[in-house]
């Protein structure tokens, strides 16, 4: 299983984790699609979010290797933001690779991106002074 150095293991101050320690020896836990209702708490819609941020910041669009991600967490975005980059996929597997859809996220989680939308007007408010 390979650990992906330098992403974060959990959202700040909470206990969601974005990583796992260990391999288990039972194998990967299996990923599947999970149902994103409206009404889940704002703290579980905040993990997704960075979760997903932080796959965007380290990933980008390039295909990843599970490794060690959170089975639990890729879930709430599989087969949405992140989907599956190889035929056959293998949802049991530490080995399978995963790629953000990055048109998806932007429109799932539009406030990632707001700052990348801003439109520079061509002056620099920094002469102001």
Do not use: C
Request: no cysteine; glycine share 8%; proline share 6%.
């Amino acid at each position: 299983m390979i650990k992906h150095r330098g992403f974060p293991g959990r959202l700040p101050g909470t206990d969601y984790q974005f990583t796992i320690r260990r391999a288990s020896k039972a194998g990967a836990t299996p990923l599947k699609a999970r149902e994103r209702y409206k009404d889940r708490k704002p703290a579980d819609r905040r993990a997704d979010a960075a979760f997903l941020g932080a796959l965007i910041d380290h990933f980008g669009e390039a295909p990843f290797e599970r490794g060690n991600l959170d089975a639990g967490r890729l879930s709430w975005l599989l087969g949405r933001e992140v989907v599956a980059a190889e035929d056959p996929f293998d949802p049991e597997s530490y080995e399978a690779l995963l790629q953000v859809d990055m048109r998806a996220a932007r429109a799932g989680f539009p406030a990632l991106f707001q700052d990348e939308d801003e439109v520079w007007d061509g002056e620099d408010d920094a002469d102001d002074a």
